[in-house]
């Protein structure tokens, strides 16, 4: 069983920048689809960015396409998501999760199996 855990949230001013980590414990991490979601007050749990086992690949939301990037370290069993240019509306909990599938593009939470405690984002205007 894989534990995530994540940290970098934060208060910040719009238009500023915050870099979130995602650190994984397990064997299994560098053979996984991962993924970042997250939810905002009163709202559903979104997809933000996806990143294949490799890291050759990524996927985002239209919301934050062009101003946040996802990556991953395999040797430090690690992912990060790069949030530039932030908004009021990018205020929410985020939360890293993993594809048990191993296949990369899932983007419904019901694809993910474990998830982290999530770590507090807040953007002011």
């Known amino acids: 069983q894989v534990q995530l855990v994540e940290s970098g949230g934060g208060l910040v001013q719009a238009g500023g920048s915050l870099r979130l980590s995602c650190a994984a414990s397990?064997?299994?991490?560098?053979?996984?689809?991962m993924a970042w979601f997250r939810r905002a007050p009163g709202k559903e749990r979104e997809f933000v960015a996806g990143i294949s086992s490799s890291g050759g690949h990524s996927v985002y939301a239209d919301s934050v396409k062009g101003r946040f990037s996802i990556s991953r370290d395999n040797a430090k069993n690690t992912m990060y998501l790069q949030m530039n240019s932030l908004k009021p509306e990018d205020t929410a909990v985020y939360y890293c999760?993993?594809?048990?599938?191993?296949?990369?593009?899932?983007?419904?939470?019901?694809?993910?199996?474990?998830w982290g405690q999530g770590t507090q984002v807040t953007v002011s205007s």
């Open positions: 397990g064997r299994t991490f560098s053979f996984k689809a």
């Open positions: 999760a993993l594809d048990p599938s191993g296949r990369f593009g899932h983007t419904d939470v019901r694809d993910f199996g474990s």
